[in-house]
């Protein structure tokens, strides 16, 4: 089945980067279908789209809020997914959810918090 594992969250600084990793498995990553996105959830906030990129990268998408300061990319042969955060600020804040569409379904990981704050 499908799998996601998120990592690398943590507690930083504003201004500081953060790499956040997903651990992909139980389907054929570089299948054409399959969209990988970076969404995120603050407290008391709708969950909002982050970063999607789809199969051999042919296609990155960025939310309004930051674009310009992160970066999403795929290792397909470790079938990874990474999100790249810089210039934090506290309003960063959340727990970050790597997902995986097919055809109009998604698969979650847990969840992971990033808090950005001094």
């Known amino acids: 089945q499908v799998q996601l594992v998120e990592s690398g969250g943590g507690l930083v600084q504003p201004g500081g980067p953060l790499r956040l990793s997903c651990a992909a498995s139980?389907?054929?990553?570089?299948?054409p279908s399959w969209i990988m996105r970076w969404y995120r959830q603050a407290p008391e906030k709708e969950r909002e789209?982050?970063?999607?990129?789809?199969?051999?990268?042919?296609?990155?998408e960025y939310g309004d809020s930051v674009k310009g300061r992160f970066t999403i990319s795929r290792d397909d042969a470790k079938k990874m997914v990474y999100l790249q955060m810089n210039s934090l600020k506290p309003e960063d804040t959340a727990l970050y959810y790597c997902?995986?569409?097919?055809?109009?379904?998604?698969?979650w990981g847990q969840g992971i918090q990033v808090t950005v704050s001094s």
């Open positions: 997902s995986a569409r097919f055809n109009g379904n998604d698969y």
């Open positions: 139980g389907f054929t990553f570089t299948f």
């Open positions: 789209v982050v970063a999607s990129i789809s199969s051999y990268s042919r296609t990155i």
